[in-house]
């Protein structure tokens, strides 16, 4: 028997153009439904019952409105999948770092692809490709820009590849937003860091609120390098991150920090994999979430410490806020670990706006109203100030605030 | 300035004050100590509006105005202030902008001009010297990894900035080394004058070393059961709370 969710597998390939063996791998693989265990929360049926069709090529589009237009260096821009020489500027580069667009080369499938995943090596039509060369320090943001022009039912598959040498350093900013339509993005981007090189990379997901985004982040890392992955999530309808970082080099530290604040009907979902493969590694993730109306989030955050991994120093945690009875969250931070001497917590709070928090700041003369902004906004405040780039911490603050204060009006 | 008049309160209908009549006027120092559970907490909490207590019967007069009427924020605004037995954690929320945004609502509801950043830093300076407080602390968000004895001084430090016309110290005391105890003590000292007034509530008669109060009251199950002068304070501390509590049993 096809299955509706198989059956729109294959409405979606007959949609786009395909390339390998990958498509019939999506085919048979079908949409993951909520009886798979990595899917439990996150029922991707509305996407399933999409009328697909490829994302336009050649859509006008423009920049207005988008986020770190005040930050000086190169920009990419891809409108629907498709990359925009017209609105891209790279400008003059050093020596060793090449900034440019991926084309629709043969890619390698990712490891141990899942449907979606399959998908995207079947039909991705093009997306960044950063390459920093052993050494070499580009101080520079590289700022990626992702513009979908609408249509309900555009897919768009993008590929993303980002690459550092040993003692190399780079920070990407990405920022995804759209027409309000039902398009669907599914994304990978896949990280390669080299030995003892520094990569922040920065994505300011704000896709319009009926768009479908389903993303997967690849991380690998030599040893002694530092990542530090800011996901800061407000769109879609339903945005699925799926992040797996693969620590197989001594000394490397990995910082995952995000914060969502879906309202509305969304649901923003967050799934992690951080697997601890060699010693004295460290692994931190932060997500804090303050939802509002209806909204929905998911937490999965699983740390994965292998036998010999020692001296791992792991940390999860998990805050939400709860503006509305209605908003729903669904937190699970996990550690499995097979080595023996290692540092490991995990945490998860689910809340209201705390009363004593209140009550302490109105006895120091706020009133009740300025004593909640200023929770929330610490809240948020707590994740925002790990962004190292500073005029795009101080960008996203403010935004993250004027959402938040429609959210509380 | 401040007026109790048998006020009962209590939480989830169980009584805890039954009964409190207190005068505090302008220039004194009053001392409220008591055993556990006699309610000592429960009439900070009152005085500065927690909405989870319920007052049943009885009147807050404060500086002429009915206390019991006023929200927590204007409580302190009018000069009411409550130095925390237990300071409230904040994640997130940095120590100066908060003290800077409580100062500005005073302020404010005093009709004086806000205070900028500079002026306010200046105003802080002066005052976390006072309390021998870490400056680096006021960089980190709000008693979030304070030591017991950081949060109390923190609050004596707000207490310092907010200038209160009527202060209440709950167990501002408790937990503390006798070196921080000596800091404690000589900050709340120095904010002492004549138009002011303060309400310390302890449980342990240690603190009365350093703070000499005009008036001891024993609290014991709900009421002030026993007042007197400080030298009260030292028969309680020879006696224990047992000779209060055997004397109420035996009267009652």
Request: charged share 25%.
């Amino acid at each position: 028997m096809v299955s509706p969710a198989n059956n729109a597998a294959d409405r979606l390939l007959a949609a786009l153009p395909t390339r390998g063996e990958s498509g019939a791998r999506f085919a048979a693989l079908g949409f993951p439904t909520t009886r798979d265990e990595d899917w439990r929360f996150t029922n991707v049926m509305p996407i399933a019952e999409l009328e697909f069709t490829s994302a336009a090529a050649d859509a006008a589009a423009n920049l207005e409105g988008c986020v770190f237009s005040g930050i000086d260096g190169p920009q990419l821009v891809f409108v629907n999948g498709h990359f925009s020489g017209k609105l891209s500027r790279v400008g003059e580069l050093p020596a060793g770092v090449e900034i440019g667009n991926l084309a629709a080369a043969a890619c390698e499938p990712c490891e141990a692809e899942d449907a979606f995943g399959a998908l995207n090596t079947a039909s991705f039509t093009d997306g960044a490709c950063v390459r920093v060369a052993d050494g070499v320090c580009f101080e520079s943001p590289i700022r990626v820009y992702f513009l979908s022009t609408g249509d309900d039912g555009a897919t768009a598959n993008i590929r993303n590849h980002i690459t550092l040498g040993a003692n190399s350093k780079a920070t990407i900013l990405e920022s995804w937003t759209g027409a309000d339509a039902a398009y669907f993005n599914n994304v990978i981007t896949e990280l390669s860091v080299g030995d003892n090189a520094l990569l922040e990379h920065v994505k300011f997901q704000n896709e319009s609120m009926s768009a479908f985004h389903v993303a997967g982040l690849h991380a690998t890392m030599g040893r002694d390098s530092r990542v530090a992955h800011h996901s800061i999530a407000l769109g879609g309808r339903i945005a699925r991150n799926n992040i797996r970082a693969r620590l197989d080099g001594t000394g490397i530290e990995a910082i995952l920090n995000g914060l969502y604040l879906p309202r509305g009907k969304q649901l923003i979902d967050h799934h992690m994999v951080v697997d601890h493969l060699q010693p004295h590694c460290d692994s931190h993730e932060y997500f804090n979430g303050i939802l509002d109306d209806h909204a929905r989030a998911v937490f999965h955050g699983r740390i994965h410490v292998h036998k010999g991994a020692d001296k791992t120093d792991a940390k999860q945690t998990n805050k939400n806020l709860l503006l509305s009875d209605n908003a729903t969250v669904n937190t699970k931070p996990q550690l499995e670990i097979y080595a023996d001497d290692v540092k490991c917590t995990h945490g998860a709070t689910i809340g209201q706006m705390n009363a004593e928090q209140i009550f302490y700041l109105r006895t120091r003369g706020l009133d009740e109203e300025a004593a909640r902004r200023m929770i929330m906004h610490a809240f948020a405040g707590e994740i925002i100030a790990r962004i190292g780039c500073i005029p795009a911490r101080e960008e996203l603050d403010r935004l993250v605030w004027d959402q938040l204060e429609g959210a509380e009006s | 300035m401040l007026e109790i008049k048998n006020l009962k309160a209590g939480v989830e209908g169980r009584d805890i004050l039954k009964g409190i009549d207190l005068t505090i006027n302008a220039g004194e120092v009053h001392a409220i100590m008591g055993p556990n559970g006699s309610g000592k907490s429960t009439l900070a909490q009152v005085l500065a509006g927690r909405e989870a207590f319920n007052v049943a019967e009885g009147s807050v007069m404060y500086k002429g105005q009915d206390l019991l009427e006023l929200a927590p924020e204007v409580r302190v605004r009018e000069g009411l202030f409550l130095a925390f037995q237990y300071p409230v954690e904040i994640p997130g929320v940095n120590t100066t902008y908060f003290l800077r945004a409580a100062v500005n609502a005073v302020r404010e509801h005093h009709g004086e001009a806000a205070l900028n950043a500079v002026d306010f830093l200046k105003l802080m300076r002066e005052k976390i010297e006072l309390l021998q407080l870490d400056e680096a602390l006021l960089k980190r968000s709000v008693n979030e990894g304070f030591s017991g004895g950081e949060k109390k001084r923190a609050e004596i430090l707000q207490m310092a900035l907010l200038d209160p016309t009527m202060a209440v110290l709950d167990e501002t005391d408790s937990g503390l080394d006798i070196d921080a105890l000596k800091v404690v003590a000589n900050g709340v000292n120095q904010l002492k004058r004549a138009d002011n007034a303060q309400l310390i509530i302890t449980h342990y008669q240690r603190l009365l070393d350093y703070i000499v109060p005009d008036f001891v009251h024993v609290l014991y199950d709900g009421r002030i059961v026993k007042s007197g002068g400080k030298e009260l304070a030292h028969e309680l501390e020879e006696k224990g709370y047992d000779w209060i509590t055997n004397g109420e049993l035996q009267t009652a």
